[in-house]
Structure formats: structure tokens, C-alpha cells
């Protein structure tokens, strides 16, 4: 049955997702290139949320009656469509999104996903401590807020967000397999299957990207599928909140600097820059395959440590945390300032041809548009 439910989420999502491409230059869902941060060069549609949320709803009603929690995600996972598409076609302001989170996490809350606990881990006191309600509610919608943010923040380059959760997602599903979880296990696995689905017209060159509408909803679910869960206990705690949080420490850790990086800039939480990680791999020359593959790579080395880790395998998986950090820092250490200079300029040796690390943004997407045509699926060698 659950091989059905990624394959039914995959196909709708699939056939859904030109009839967006279609829709969004009627409603004015478009990505004009307005400004160097973006990094495509015509307008792009930005209309996949709906693709995405009809493949996944019409896949998680196969599962089962629905039941309280099932019935939170669902209209939660509506409203926050309705904002990210209000969003792609008005540009509406972000406190009115944020207000939008907050509502979609306190109906998520109303309808029993919470997190209402957390793990002793002092050697004196109850194993697990309850939280009062008035400190669920804030905990949980911090958590809702936090995991949407951090998705929408990946949505920078082709194909990027949508396969970090569909990379998440089948990691939850693994785990959820051997913990017996199973409607988390179904509902994650119509996720994965709208990733997948969507990937095939976002990937680079994307024909269309999720705005919005399908980033904070991919975010969303995330969050919210992994509370499902009944009794308040240490094990349920651990899989709502520590499994995704090591699964998906990449936008997270990503959101996290952006919010430093901000901060010490005196400069809006709000307003977007280039200081992203992905714009830093960018920025070296990798182009937009090669960074987005290396991001896949990273994540899926984090998806491995989040299995590793619920199967009591810690020393294993803070192995595989700490080479996926390492990575992080490498890529982070040759990024870019607020003026988009690079802090090395030196060239890097490869085998076929030179890589340059570039000294702006702009100067690495132009050497990159120089190269397309003669690029392989990685986005590699010149062909002969």
C-alpha cells in the first residue's frame, strides 16, 4: 500500500505540475530576474504549491478515515497554501507569512500535534518532562515556524529545496519503517512522492519553481507529519524533533547563519542576501548542478546519520555529523561578504579545466552560461 501512495502523490504531482507552468503567467505567479540575487535570467513561473499539495492530499486520503491529527495537517497544509500562493502572485509582506505560520501551527497544536515534552538528561528527576500547555504551544509553533523558514531559505537554486525534503523525507520513512510508525510513515512517503514528482520540472533548467506555495508547505509537512504520535513519551520526542533536526541540519544550520550573518550587518532578518551556503558553492564555480548535487550529498550523509542515530548508533552517526560539518565549513570558509567579493581569489586546480573561485556572483553565473551547452548532466567536463 505504501508503494502505492508514493507512486499515486509522484503521478498527480507530475501531471498536475504543467498545468501550472500553464496557470502562472495568467495569474502573475512569475520570478522576474529583478535583482543579482537571483540567479536565473528570464522569468520563470513560481507556481507549484498547488501541484504539490493535490498530489500530496489526494495521495494521504488513500491511507485511512481520517483521523484528528491527519485532519490538522490537512487543513493546516491548505491555509499555508493559500498564503504562499497569495505571496506568488501579490508579493504580500513577510510579517503578514509569518502570521500565516502562526496560524497553521496553532491549528496544528488544536489538533493534538504538539510537542509536549522533552528528555531529562540530568541524572536527577523524571526521565521525561511534560510541558504545561501554555509552553507546548510555544514550543511547538517555534519548531512549525522555525522548519517552514528554514525550507523556504533553501529555495535558492534549481531543484535545491525540493530534493533536500525528498532526501529528508525518505530518511523519515526509513525510520519510520523500523519504529513501527506507520501513518507517519504513509504520509511522509506521499511527501516524498510531490518532491519527486515536482523534481522532474524544477531540476536545472528548472521549467518552474514551488515559490512560496511550495516551500513553506514542503516545510510545513515536514514539521508537522513528523509529531504524529499519541502518548507524550521520550521515544516520540526524539522522532518529532531530534531525528529532523539532524536529517535536516543543512537548512537549518543555513537559516541559523543567515539570522547571524543579519544580525551583525544590521540588516533585517527579512531581507534577502547572497550569503548562502548555496550561493557560496555557486560562487566557486561549481554551477548550479554541481551545487546542488554537492548539497544532495550532504544531506543524504545527515539523512544516513539521522537512521544511524535512531538505531542507537550515536558514535557512528556523530561520525558521519561531523564529516557533513566539515564539508559545511569548507564551502563556508571560501564564501562571499556582503559585496559579494570573494575572500580568496586564487585559482583551483581540476582535472579537465580550471576553476576559478569567482570574485562575485554575477561573474560566476555569466562564466556559467558561457559553458551551458556543453555540459554533461553534472554539469561537468566539456564534451569532446
Known amino acids: 500500500m505504501y508503494v502505492k501512495v508514493f507512486l499515486l502523490s509522484l503521478a498527480v504531482t507530475a501531471a498536475l505540475t504543467p498545468v501550472c507552468i500553464k496557470l502562472a503567467p495568467k495569474v502573475g505567479a512569475m520570478d522576474v530576474p529583478k535583482d543579482s540575487r537571483r540567479v536565473h535570467k528570464k522569468p520563470i513561473p513560481r507556481f507549484g504549491g498547488p501541484a504539490i499539495f493535490l498530489g500530496f492530499i489526494s495521495s494521504a486520503l488513500f491511507l485511512r478515515p481520517i483521523d484528528e491529527q491527519m485532519l ?158 499519541d502518548a507524550p513519551t521520550k521515544s516520540v520526542t526524539l522522532f518529532s524533533t531530534v531525528m529532523p533536526m539532524i536529517i535536516i541540519a543543512v537548512p537549518i544550520f543555513d537559516t541559523v547563519f543567515a539570522v547571524i550573518r543579519r544580525t551583525v550587518h544590521h540588516r533585517s532578518f527579512f531581507e534577502a542576501d547572497k550569503g548562502h551556503l548555496h550561493h557560496r558553492i555557486l560562487a566557486m564555480g561549481f554551477g548550479q548542478r554541481r551545487t546542488v548535487l554537492t548539497l544532495y550529498c550532504i544531506c543524504a550523509i545527515l539523512g544516513v546519520a539521522g537512521i544511524l542515530w535512531s538505531m542507537k548508533l550515536k558514535f557512528e552517526a556523530l561520525l558521519l555529523i561531523g564529516v557533513a560539518g566539515v564539508l559545511i565549513f569548507i564551502f563556508l570558509g571560501i564564501g562571499i561578504d556582503e559585496d559579494d567579493q570573494i575572500a580568496r581569489r586564487e585559482a583551483a586546480a581540476r582535472v579537465n579545466e580550471p576553476m576559478t573561485i569567482y570574485a562575485s556572483m554575477e561573474e560566476a553565473l555569466k562564466a556559467e552560461a558561457e559553458r551551458e551547452g556543453s555540459m554533461d548532466f553534472f554539469g561537468g567536463d566539456e564534451k569532446k
Open 72 to 229: 490538522g495537517v490537512y487543513i493546516a497544509a491548505a491555509v499555508m497554501l493559500a498564503v504562499g500562493v497569495a505571496d506568488d502572485v501579490f508579493d504580500i509582506p513577510a510579517k503578514v507569512k509569518l502570521l500565516g505560520q502562526l496560524a497553521c501551527g496553532v491549528i496544528l497544536w488544536v489538533d493534538s500535534l504538539q510537542i509536549r515534552g522533552m528528555a531529562n538528561f540530568l541524572p536527577i528527576g523524571p526521565g521525561y518532562i511534560r510541558f504545561p500547555s501554555g509552553v507546548s504551544l510555544v514550543v511547538t509553533l517555534i519548531w512549525i515556524i522555525a522548519i517552514t523558514n528554514c525550507i523556504n531559505l533553501m529555495d535558492g537554486l534549481d531543484g535545491l529545496a525540493s530534493g533536500i525534503v525528498l532526501i529528508a523525507s525518505l530518511s523519515i520513512a526509513y525510520i519510520s519503517v523500523h519504529t513501527g510508525r506507520d501513518m507517519t510513515l504513509g504520509m511522509i512517503l506521499a511527501v516524498a512522492g510531490a518532491c519527486l514528482g515536482f523534481l522532474i520540472y524544477n531540476f536545472n533548467p528548472a521549467k518552474i519553481f514551488m515559490g512560496d506555495s511550495g516551500s513553506n508547505l514542503l516545510g510545513l509537512l515536514l514539521a508537522s507529519i513528523s509529531m504524529i504520535g
